[in-house]
């Protein structure tokens, strides 16, 4: 490869800067004609026009398996069940910290109530009992603002928040919201003192 106009010096000077016309070495010429030549396959190979899924597809296979692999929350659960979850102290306090992360936001730490109605009085909107309030936790009231936990905690959690939910009935925290709803009067879990 040795050329003798290898170490001419071109006629330019940038700020006494010079350089030599040394053409790109052969090898890196060819790498770089190869690359080209490997454009129309690799545009045609995967995506729309030819083989293989594509990214879009891809990824939407991944949700698809991801979602399968983890199936929503049951949208009803028996009041039973959720019973018993409430007189676990272990599952109660799960439930406490789920509800600390994903609902004090809107119904305040102690549940007094924010943006959210007052979960510690004995009034409900969407029904007291343990089923019905897991329910409307599972599903949310998407209209008002309550968002739909069912894919977003898992089976377990809403479970366990539901019954940390079903526990601060009658705590009484100081400034909570006014009662909303009416209160159930086949709520399981006892009405707090002076309703
Ligand atoms: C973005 C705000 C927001 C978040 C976060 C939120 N909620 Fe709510 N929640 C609301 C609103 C608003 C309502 C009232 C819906 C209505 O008026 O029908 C509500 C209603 C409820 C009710 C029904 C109360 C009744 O009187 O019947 C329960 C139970 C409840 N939320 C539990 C939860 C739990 C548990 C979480 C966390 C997993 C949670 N919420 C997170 C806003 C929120």
């Given at each position: 490869?040795?050329?003798?106009?290898?170490?001419?010096?071109?006629?330019?000077?940038?700020?006494?800067?010079?350089?030599?016309?040394?053409?790109?070495?052969?090898?890196?010429?060819?790498?770089?004609?190869?690359?080209?030549?490997?454009?129309?396959?690799?545009?045609?190979?995967?995506?729309?026009?030819?083989?293989?899924?594509?990214?879009?597809?891809?990824?939407?296979?991944?949700?698809?398996?991801?979602?399968?692999?983890?199936?929503?929350?049951?949208?009803?659960?028996?009041?039973?069940?959720?019973?018993?979850?409430?007189?676990?102290?272990?599952?109660?306090?799960?439930?406490?910290?789920?509800?600390?992360?994903?609902?004090?936001?809107?119904?305040?730490?102690?549940?007094?109530?924010?943006?959210?109605?007052?979960?510690t009085?004995a009034?409900?909107?969407?029904?007291?009992?343990?089923?019905?309030?897991?329910?409307?936790?599972?599903?949310?009231?998407?209209?008002?603002?309550?968002?739909?936990?069912?894919?977003?905690?898992?089976?377990?959690?809403?479970?366990?928040?539901?019954?940390?939910?079903m526990?601060l009935k009658g705590?009484?925290?100081?400034?909570?919201?006014?009662?909303?709803?009416?209160?159930?009067?086949?709520?399981?879990a006892?009405?707090p003192?002076?309703?």
């Amino acid at each position: 490869m040795a050329n003798k106009d290898e170490d001419r010096l071109l006629a330019h000077d940038y700020d006494g800067i010079q350089e030599y016309d040394n053409p790109m070495p052969r090898w890196w010429l060819w790498i770089f004609y190869a690359t080209i030549l490997f454009v129309p396959f690799y545009y045609v190979a995967p995506g729309f026009m030819g083989e293989g899924p594509g990214m879009v597809a891809e990824y939407e296979a991944d949700v698809a398996a991801h979602q399968a692999a983890q199936p929503p929350a049951p949208a009803a659960m028996d009041d039973a069940t959720l019973l018993a979850v409430l007189n676990d102290k272990d599952e109660l306090q799960e439930g406490a910290e789920v509800f600390t992360k994903n609902c004090a936001a809107c119904h305040r730490a102690d549940g007094g109530g924010l943006i959210g109605p007052n979960l510690t009085d004995a009034a409900w909107i969407h029904g007291g009992t343990p089923g019905a309030i897991y329910q409307t936790i599972s599903a949310g009231v998407l209209a008002k603002g309550m968002p739909a936990w069912d894919r977003i905690l898992k089976p377990d959690e809403l479970k366990e928040v539901a019954a940390y939910v079903m526990s601060l009935k009658g705590t009484n925290p100081p400034q909570a919201k006014a009662a909303e709803g009416t209160v159930d009067s086949t709520a399981a879990a006892p009405a707090p003192p002076g309703n």
